[in-house]
Every structure is written in C-alpha cells, then in structure tokens.
C-alpha cells in the first residue's frame, strides 16, 4: 500500500467518526487542525483505522503520536 | 479554618517536595509558597474586602493553582471557568454570581474589557505570606456550575465548612493515606468539583500533583504519565478506563497504590480487568454529587474479596464519616432494605443550596428528624439505589434525564432547549445518550423531520454549551416511535443510532 492510499483509507476513518468531512490531512496535520479532532474522538479514530487496516496499534506508539505523519508512519510499521 | 491552616502547614513542612508537574516542569513547593503569596498580595490590594467571590480563569499552570490557595487565604471563593468553553456561558456564569474580579494568568486576557482582571503570571516578587485570614464556615469556598434543564446553567456553592468536614471524613479513612513521596494524577478540569480532591489531597500530605496538557489525548498521556512518571495514586472518571482498555495487556503499574474512581458508574467487569494492570493498588468506588463536596463514601473493590455489584456495576459502599444516606419513595418516606428508592445525603457537607434557586431548592432539598429529635437536612440526588442486608448501597439508574458523559453531568434537556432555540424548522428534536462500543456514552441528537442542514444549529450549541455537551451524531427520523401510553419511545429511538 503506498502512501496515497494510506493517506485516503485514513481519510475515510476521520469522516465516519467526526461526521464531517471538512478538512485536509497533511503530514503535519495535528489534531488542532481539525474540527470535532480532540480525546475522545482520537479514541475512536484509532480503533477505526485499526479495523479498516486490520493492525493493531501498540500503546506505547499511540503514546507518542503527534500528527498524521507519525499516524502514518506507525500504520507503515505495522502493515 | 482548620483545613486552609492545614494546607499552610503542609506547604511551610515541605518546601523542598516537589508540588506540580505541568507540562513536564517540576515546581517545588517552596516556588509554589512564592507564587501564592504573590497572588494574595495582589488581591489584597486590589480587592475589596466586601467582594468574595472571584472569578479564575482555569489555565493549566502554577499560578492558577496558586490563585485557589491564595484566595482562600484571603477568604474568598474562586468561581471557575475554562477558557475552552463558550465566552458568552463563562459571562452568565459571572453574572448569576455577580463577579467583578477576574484572576487570569493569560497573557492577554479576553476579559479585562468588561471585568477588573489580575494578571497573575506578572506579579512582582514578594516575602512568602501564608497565614490564613479568618474566615467564617458558612462563607463560600468555590462554586461550580452544572448543567441545568432550562438552558441556564446550575451553580452550586460549597463553603470553608462544606470542604473542611469533607477532609475530616478522608482523615479519618485508615485504608486512604497519602505520603509526600506520592505522585498524585490531576485529570481534571477545575472547573468540574472532582479535581478538588485531585489537588487538594495531595497539597495536604506534601505529594506532588500531575496535569494534563490541554490538548494532549488525555487517554494516552495519562498512561504516559503512569510508565515514565511511576505515578503512585490515581484518581479517575470510568470512562477513562473503558478507551485505555483495548490496551490493557500493554499496561502493568506496581508503583499505583491507590486508584479512585468517581463521577460515573464503575462496572465490574471493567474493574477487574483494571485491577490486573495494578498488581499493588487498592482500588475505591467513590461516591457523591457536586451538591454534597466531591465524596460522599466509597466501596472498597477487591477482585477477590470484594466484588458486590448491582446489574454489573459496582456498589457505592457505604457514607463516610458524619454523612447519613437515606432511601426515600416520592413522599420522601425512607423505604425498606432491598427496596430501590431515590439516594439522599445528610451531613455537613451538603450544600447551602443552589444559587439563587429558590425553586429548584425547594424541590432538591428536605429536612427530615431522626429518631433522637435531631432535624437533618438532605439533598435528593436523583440516582435510583437501595441498601442491601450488608448495608452497603448499590446503585440502579437514574431518576430524570440527567446523564453522564466523560463523567461530566449533562441535562438531556438544556441541550434540547438549545437545539430547538435555533432552529428555523419548529420540529421535535431529542437528546440522548447512546452507548458506544467501548462502553462509554456519547450523545446523540434526533430530529423528527426529512434530512436537513444542521450546520447552523450546531454552530449556536457551540456558543451556548461546552464541548461535551454538543451532540456528536446526528439522525433523521420521519416520526418519532411512540410507546402506548403515548410518550416518545427512547429506547427505541436509541436503536436509530448505530454508532461504532
């Protein structure tokens, strides 16, 4: 899977949680960026992309994301 | 008063100890004893004596810590707001209580057009001053506004007296004993009453408190702050637990002694799985609402000793010291054992009452004589419990429309008010809350109409109400089910939102 559709499957899992699709994920996009993007719906974004990609992330990683790059990067690692 | 002359004690014994660790810094008491004084002196100049209650900007630093403790030292009481909620909710809650005076540490603060504003983040350095002034019991400490059903939030006022009985009743718990070496987790916004104990407790035995960043994901710093930090006690709301629990096999803290839960029911099954990720932590079910100080009492959960649940989720145990809990049916008659009735609390640290509420405290509040001739006064809580043989009390549901959500108590109602308010198509909405997969509530919102563009709607919730409280899915149902009796049918209107 290249990076592009890494990007777009992500994507797809920030519309199904926040219901919206008013944004635009960069690699250095944080969750300041995004409308309705904050802890609880970061919770549910992870288990989304979880099951949309079939990974599962490990705590420690999660622990130190801090913009869709590093979401991206972590998904490379496990795929 | 007792409990202020305490925390000057504490804070003069161990002005080595470390206090605060926000945003990875480290304040040791000693800077903390400097910050207050210079607070204090700040407000003694410039704040009338006659002006009690003052308004603080909840940014998560030193000095609005500092700002609590220096306010009490005056004898004044902080009336919180978070800088995260809507402007224009943070103004009506300084108008019901009438503020004048605003503390902020923000270097340009949105309120010193229309308040008089201490900037507490440039104060001038001053002799360390910690002697509490007097005060009396009944004057007030903090008020906290929750969410009320006409669309006006609550406030809820607790006094020197209320705070002080509160820390008697947690001085005399032998299993609760916190040491200077603790490392105590701060979760909270301080605008919602379960951080008093968060840092109160802490501030009293010399133990060093630890914030979360606004802004961080709170799940995951906390679990941070436990691996790097070796934090030793914890104090949360359930759902914390309900999002980290994916994760569970990840975790394993031996350093966590104690770990109290509060603000939202604790299930069992949740419980136990928790309790293996702290092989060395007691484990507390604390009860109690705003209205009665933060705690009422506590059931102490042991996966192999005590696991006492109603319908899964673990019982509230019994009333700490001093307060009494009484199970009334809707005369406000006391029922038997067994028998599920509403939950009422007596004691000294109930409330004076709700602010300027005559109508609401005349139907929240009763006295009631005891068998000796002494008059109690209590305070219906609106949680459906009963007291088994044991004793113990097990809570069973709710009473009206009040639900939890992140342990944040919201009136289904105010959001309802709100979201009708705007809308230019007069149609039936209904705020609920719906169980997510992980076990946590989030709130829903249904329209009885064909789909259309709520983007306005919502736009005017977010002025009007923080950000827990705005719905997060939206659905379209051309009619409302019905039950027989002619009510709309929530339950089935639940099955509407299918949400992951």
């Not at chain 1, 590093?70 to 998904?75: A, G, H, S």
Request: proline share 4%.
């Amino acid at each position: 899977m290249n990076k592009e559709e890494i990007f777009s499957k992500i994507k797809e899992a920030f519309i199904t949680v926040l219901e919206h699709d008013n944004f635009q994920l960069k690699e250095e996009t944080t969750a300041e960026d995004v409308d309705g993007w904050e802890s609880i719906t970061h919770m549910m974004i992870i288990t989304e992309i979880e099951k949309s990609f079939g990974i599962k992330f490990k705590l420690m990683d999660l622990m130190n994301m801090n913009n869709v790059g590093d979401l991206v990067r972590t998904i490379e690692a496990e795929l | 008063m007792e409990f202020v002359k305490k925390l000057q004690e504490s804070i003069e014994k161990h002005t080595d100890h470390n206090a605060l660790c926000i945003n990875n810094e480290l304040y040791t008491y000693k800077q903390f004893a400097i910050e207050i004084s210079k607070i204090r002196l700040e407000i003694a100049n410039n704040i009338k004596d006659s002006e009690k209650l003052v308004g603080l900007v909840t940014n998560d630093d030193l000095q609005t810590y500092a700002s609590i403790l220096a306010l009490w030292l005056e004898g004044k009481a902080y009336v919180p707001v978070n800088p995260t909620t809507p402007l224009e909710r943070n103004i009506k809650i300084f108008e019901l209580t009438e503020t004048k005076y605003i503390i902020d540490s923000s270097e340009d603060s949105i309120y010193k057009k229309d308040y008089k504003v201490l900037n507490s983040a440039s104060l001038s350095e001053t002799e360390v001053s910690l002697t509490p002034k007097f005060v009396k019991g009944d004057q007030i400490a903090y008020i906290l506004f929750t969410s009320g059903t006409t669309g006006l939030p609550k406030g809820v006022p607790i006094t020197f007296n209320n705070i002080n009985a509160l820390v008697n009743a947690i001085d005399e718990e032998p299993e609760f004993n916190l040491v200077p070496s603790d490392r105590c987790l701060q979760m909270f916004e301080l605008t919602f009453d379960f951080s008093v104990v968060t840092y109160l407790f802490p501030f009293l035995s010399g133990s060093c408190i630890y914030t979360i960043p606004k802004g961080a994901i709170k799940y995951f710093y906390i679990f941070k702050l436990i691996k790097e930090q070796k934090l030793t006690v914890l104090t949360m709301v359930p759902s914390i637990i309900n999002y980290l629990r994916p994760y569970f096999s990840e975790i394993n803290a031996p350093d966590v002694r104690y770990c109290s839960f509060g603000g939202g029911a604790l299930h069992s099954d949740i419980a136990k799985e928790w309790s293996d990720c702290l092989p060395n932590c007691k484990i507390f079910n604390y009860y109690g609402p705003t209205e009665f100080t933060v705690y009422s009492g506590f059931y102490p959960y042991n996966k192999k000793t005590h696991v006492k649940n109603h319908n899964g989720i673990v019982a509230i145990g019994t009333p700490q010291k001093d307060t009494v809990y009484l199970i009334v049916n809707e005369n406000n008659e006391e029922v038997d054992k067994n028998v599920t009735g509403e939950l009422c609390l007596g004691g000294p640290q109930i409330t004076p009452g709700y602010w300027k509420n005559i109508k609401r405290n005349a139907q929240s509040f009763f006295t009631q004589t005891d068998k000796n001739g002494k008059k109690i006064r209590f305070y219906k809580t609106g949680d459906l419990c009963f007291k088994d043989e044991e004793g113990d009390f097990l809570y069973v549901g709710r009473a009206d429309f009040q639900v939890k959500i992140r342990g944040y108590r919201v009136e289904l109602a105010e959001i309802e008010f709100h979201a009708k308010t705007k809308s230019e198509k007069k149609v039936n909405m209904v705020a609920l809350d719906i169980t997510n997969s992980l076990g946590n509530a989030e709130l829903g919102l249904a329209i009885e109409s064909e789909v259309f563009d709520t983007e306005e709607i919502f736009n005017y919730m977010k002025t009007k109400m923080p950000g827990y409280m705005i719905p997060m899915h939206v659905r379209f149902i051309k009619e409302f089910p019905h039950s027989i009796n002619g009510k709309i049918d929530r339950k089935e209107l639940r099955t509407y939102f299918e949400i992951k």
